[in-house]
């Protein structure tokens, strides 16, 4: 089945610690996201890649870093210096077949410990 | 700069009543796409209609319908007799054809009770 997939489910981080959330599609789209979802609210834009090799900044993407080495792939980093990671994690990617529509994956929540 | 707004933050109501959620959007681009997604309470946002700017058809799926109206900048999802099933939050997003992203409104919560 063609779909995205996200692990873990759940993952927690000790303070000072850079923890990598796994993000990866089989249905061959050209661009991918990660967006933030905090309790109550809606999603925010952390990082984008439209190309494999190439991404852009979101909205909030201050201690956060991704890669994009693979056109199916595209991890995110929380590195230390995000200083309030606890938060839902979303991936979505979108290809020239979907219409300009992006489908999410399950999500990672992240707590921290 | 791309906008969307949901006025409703919370929307409360009893099975079989009707209720319409509403979007009203912002943009310069005279190309876009407007989108609604659920989000059930397993966190998954799940696709469930797609607009372009240039059909302001309405579209009815089963319960499910929208009103597109370019003269408003609206575009308001509505379901028809409602469900405890249809508890969840609905997003609506805008993409213009000028950029690599979308903008998603904050959502409202829709509940319906028994």
């Known amino acids: 089945d063609g779909g995205i997939t996200q692990s873990p489910k759940y993952l927690f981080r000790k303070e000072g610690q850079n923890v990598t959330l796994s993000c990866e599609q089989n249905?061959?789209?050209?661009?991918m996201y990660w967006y933030r979802q905090d309790p109550g609210q809606g999603l925010r834009l952390i990082y984008y890649?439209?190309?494999?090799?190439?991404?852009q900044k979101g909205d909030i993407a201050e201690g956060y870093s991704v890669s994009r080495e693979k056109k199916e792939s595209f991890p995110l980093t929380v590195t230390s210096a995000q200083k309030n990671p606890t938060a839902f994690y979303l991936c979505?990617?979108?290809?020239?077949?979907?219409?300009?529509?992006?489908?999410f994956g399950p999500g990672t929540r992240l707590l921290v410990l | 700069a791309q906008k969307v707004t949901q006025a409703q933050t919370e929307i409360s109501v009893v099975e079989k009543e009707d209720v319409t959620l509403d979007c009203v959007y912002e943009?310069?681009?005279?190309?876009?796409?407007l989108f609604w997604y659920k989000q059930p309470p397993s966190g998954e946002l799940v696709f469930l209609i797609r607009?372009?700017?240039?059909?302001?058809q309405n579209e009815i799926s089963g319960r499910y319908s929208w009103n597109f109206q370019k003269s408003t900048s609206s575009f308001n999802f509505t379901i028809t007799a409602s469900q405890v099933v249809d508890s969840a939050v609905y997003f609506c997003?805008?993409?213009?054809?000028?950029?690599?992203?979308?903008?998603f409104g904050d959502g409202t919560t829709l509940t319906v009770k028994p």
């Open positions: 249905l061959n789209h050209d661009a």
């Open positions: 997003a805008l993409r213009g054809t000028n950029a690599g992203k979308s903008t």
């Open positions: 979505a990617s979108r290809g020239w077949d979907s219409q300009e529509t992006q489908y």
């Open positions: 943009t310069r681009d005279t190309t876009y796409y």
């Open positions: 890649s439209q190309i494999v090799n190439d991404f």
């Open positions: 607009r372009n700017s240039f059909d302001e």
